[in-house]
């Protein structure tokens, strides 16, 4: 129902609003260079390294196969798909799937991502929701249904008060989510707080970096060089080439550079 | 004796950043590397902070090239005082005992790299420069075969091995390795244009036919090559000389060299005009 709008307390705005907003902050900066120190290496065999660079070669052969002479692409392409010893054919990879169970620094690393994230979240969160509580903090500027009410609005037992008035702990976690782009401004790409980040790389953790991935790229890839054709891109070079006169301009220049600076 | 910053009124920040231009570009000047890296290490080292570490390592490798082996002492003490155990250091203890032509502790200093890291590559393409600094060709290449095996995608290291081949007069192997290098930077003109230049001296026509076309993608991804224009003109003046090739052929490749020629008196007019202006 429409009311009239609140008028908020400006102290409220000086000792809550901006206190959440610092606090959230540095608690992400910690994250991160906590996040630095306890990173594990990771070590990557040599069959690792070998393997993701021939991937990387029969790409290449598919895409920029049609620079390469007729003869020497179909000698690649026999050297990878051929029927009796072609590369993709023959080689397959002994495959241990890392379960998180079984795999031991898989499972520190999950342990150390929980740490340093989900943990601090939730205790900063409570204290905020304990120490923050009984009042309302801001508003967010579109409406909402009741349903969000016992959510966004923790220790506020009002019946009539709108749903876009929300407590602290609520504007908390919007902040852990905005200033995610403040911190790329800051500590460069690739940062140890950008936590939605790492809940994604949870969620698809499976997908990345799986070795038993191997085979499995090896016969996508021998699927994909089958189908290539080899259309040579210098079929008419000359006549493309000879079509107009050459662009000889800013070829023989007076200025010569002389010594170092 | 004056220094840089003198002779050329910069300052050190203007001398650093042209240290780091260098870098990136990865230009071999060593010797005006020694110069103004030098000057810059003993004079401004406070001034450079953490920048200081690349340029010892920068320096370091000038002054091998320059026989300075008392510059290149001094920049190895100070990175192995800051980085002790650092593979990167140990790879550039190991170049200095080659430049003093230790070979044997050379070789022994990269197996030690290899041992605790097995994927490092800076360590035994060292140990294959070794091989070719002491003139074993034959081993360096089969060593670098080898190496290829495992790394495909070593741009250099196809770069290496195709002049190791063209030197041993391996053509045919040559071009396998130019081959692999057009297909990863199929920008490059000046692959191409060496490329062909491998394909022309194989010679027989069907080579020639693939140099002409091959020098030809060359002047067309840069208009200004004049050894690819060059040896366009060679190449199809030579299958227009054979006596092999039937008349259209003949009569096409008569076409090309003339164009050619033309291209080539446009180019001396040009540079003329520059140089009369």
Known sequence: ??????????????????????????????????????????????????????????????????????????????????????????????????????????????????????????????????????FVTTKVPFPLTLRFKPMLQQGIELLSLDASWVSSASWYFLNVFGLRSMYSLILGQDNGADQSRIMQEQMSGAAMAMPADTNKAFKAEWEA????????????????????????????????????? | MASVSEMYDVTWEEMRDKLRKWREDNHRNSEQIVDVGEELINEHASKLGDDIWIIYEQVMIAALDCSRDDLAWTCLQELKKQFPGSQRVKRLAGMRLEALEKYEDASKQYDSILQDDPTNTAARKRKISILKAQGKSAEAIRELNEYLEQFVGDQEAWH???????????????????????????????????????????GG??????????????????????????GLYMSASHIAASPKVNATVKKANVKYAAWATNQINRAYQVSHARYLL
């Open chain 2, 205 to 230: 026509l069907e080579n020639l036919e693939l140099s002409r076309k091959y020098f030809a993608q060359a002047l067309k991804l840069n208009n200004g090559n004049m050894r690819a224009l060059f």
């Open chain 2, 160 to 202: 290496e091995l195709s002049e190791l081949y063209i030197n041993e007069h391996d053509y045919g192997k040559a071009a396998f390795c130019l081959e692999e290098l057009m297909m990863t930077n199929p920008h490059n003109h000046l692959y191409c244009e060496q490329y062909a230049e491998v394909k022309y001296t194989q």
């Open chain 1, 225 to 261: 060089l089958e189908l290539t054709d080899h259309q040579w891109a210098l079929e008419n070079i000359e006549e493309e080439l000879m079509s107009r006169e050459l662009d000889l301009d800013g070829m023989f220049s007076k200025e010569l550079p002389t010594g170092i600076f």
């Open chain 1, 1 to 134: 129902m429409a009311e009239p709008e609140l008028l908020l307390d400006s102290n409220i705005r000086l000792w809550v609003v901006l206190p959440i907003v610092f606090i959230t902050f540095l608690v992400g900066v910690i994250r991160h260079y906590v996040s630095i120190l306890l990173q594990s290496d990771k070590k990557l065999t040599l069959e690792q390294v070998s393997d993701s660079q021939i991937l990387i070669r029969s790409r290449i052969l598919r895409e920029n196969g049609k620079y390469i002479p007729k003869q020497s692409f179909l000698m690649r392409k026999f050297y990878f798909n051929n029927q009796e010893d072609g590369f993709f054919k023959n080689t397959k990879r002994k495959v241990v799937p890392p379960s998180p169970m079984t795999d031991p620094s898989m499972l520190t690393d999950m342990m150390k991502g929980n740490v340093t994230n989900v943990l601090p979240m939730i205790l900063i969160g409570g204290w905020i929701n304990w120490t923050f509580s009984g």
